[in-house]
Nanobody
Framework: VQLQASGGGLVQAGGSLRLSCKASGINFKLYDMGWYRQAAGKQRELVANITSGGGTNLADSVEGRFTVSRDNVRRTVYLQMNSLKREDKAVYYC?????????WGRGTLVTVSS
């Protein structure tokens, strides 16, 4: 399983970014997908997840600002991040759980300047 995240970068507070994560090695449409982040000195936390059926859940800290979506044809999950805050600065990872284990992609860094 390979998960390739992209789309991170430097953005001013209040700005937007869209992260993408392309999956291979799994029948993508069958799997729930998640976006996680890890800020410096903190544990990795779940930001958003989307089920194989398209149901979504968002962490309270990003509710109303972030949305998660998926394109099963492109085997890609997206994280649209609006109204970014300095506290959103972190390395963002996509992940899934298959064959009784978790798989993670390489992270993409999001930096928010004031």
């Amino acid at each position: 399983v390979q998960l390739q995240a992209s789309g991170g970068g430097l953005v001013q507070a209040g700005g937007s970014l869209r992260l993408s994560c392309k999956a291979s090695g799994i029948n993508f449409k069958l799997y729930d997908m998640g976006w996680y982040r890890q800020a410096a000195g903190k544990q990795r936390e779940l930001v958003a997840n989307i089920t194989s059926g398209g149901g979504t859940n968002l962490a309270d800290s990003v509710e109303g600002r972030f949305t998660v979506s998926r394109d099963n044809v492109r085997r890609t999950v997206y994280l649209q991040m609006n109204s970014l805050k300095r506290e959103d600065k972190a390395v963002y990872y996509c992940g899934t759980y298959a064959w009784s284990r978790a798989f993670w992609g390489r992270g993409t860094l999001v930096t928010v300047s004031s």
